[in-house]
């Protein structure tokens, strides 16, 4: 079945230094793939996404590519800011399913 | 505005006692989603609905129930069978195979 693997977390930082975090997958066919966010005591938000291969989904600074070749969907911000703080899920959709399937999240903490 | 709408945000449960938890849309999306998601932890899928009237059991379906009605309203029912619903509940909405929308979340707790 399908799956998605987030590196652990938490990931700490400093502001304004570079993020990466992880996400690799597997799926039949050619899913879509998200980012999703969430904040302390709220649900989850979409952050960005992507639907076809090599495509490169942005927002409010983060990006992420849709690697066909290497199964990946890293998202990345170059410099993060203390409101960055928060859990960021990986997720991707396959065509004929109505169940995403979901990475376990993984923790950013952002210093000042 | 469109979206999702949940209530109550803090909900206390006793020993032996069902809740019931809303779950609006004026999204007009036909499936609808229940999670759990404990602390630290990822989302566990208890229910879905792909249309009105039905609706799938999800990975940890034990101990709750839903209805779907109406399109706009998904209810989820913590049923005294389940030993341990203290947890954070979200409810979702998708034009499947888009990305869902979340909403804002129900914490419950038993006291």
């Known amino acids: 079945g399908d799956s998605v693997t987030q590196m652990e977390g938490p990931v700490t930082l400093s502001e304004e230094a570079f993020l990466t975090i992880n996400c690799t997958y597997t799926?039949?066919?050619?899913?879509?793939l998200f980012w999703y966010v969430q904040y302390p005591g709220e649900g989850l938000q979409l952050l960005l996404k992507?639907?076809?291969?090599?495509d490169k989904g942005s927002n409010k600074g983060f990006e992420a590519t849709y690697r066909k070749e290497t199964t990946s969907f890293h998202l990345e911000k170059g410099s993060v800011q203390v409101s960055d703080s928060a859990v960021y899920f990986c997720?991707?959709?396959?065509?004929?399913?109505?169940?995403?399937?979901f990475g376990r999240g993984t923790s950013l903490i952002v210093h000042p | 505005d469109g979206g999702i709408t949940q209530s109550p945000k803090y909900l206390f449960r006793k020993e032996g006692q069902n809740v019931t938890l809303s779950c609006e849309q004026n999204?007009?999306?036909?499936?609808m989603y229940w999670y759990r998601q404990d602390p630290g932890q990822g989302l566990r899928l208890i229910y879905y609905?792909?249309?009105?009237?039905?609706?799938q059991k999800g990975d940890i379906a034990e101990g709750y129930s839903v209805s779907r009605e109406k399109k706009e309203s998904f209810p989820l029912t913590v049923t005294s069978a389940q030993k341990n619903p203290t947890a954070f509940y979200l409810c979702?909405?998708?034009?499947?195979?888009?990305?869902?929308?979340f909403g804002p979340g129900t914490r419950l707790t038993v006291l």
């Open positions: 979702a909405s998708s034009i499947v195979p888009n990305e869902q929308f």
């Open positions: 799926a039949t066919g050619y899913p879509s």
């Open positions: 992507a639907t076809k291969a090599d």
């Open positions: 997720a991707l959709s396959s065509g004929g399913s109505y169940i995403p399937t």
């Open positions: 999204l007009n999306h036909d499936a």
């Open positions: 609905s792909q249309i009105v009237n039905d609706f």
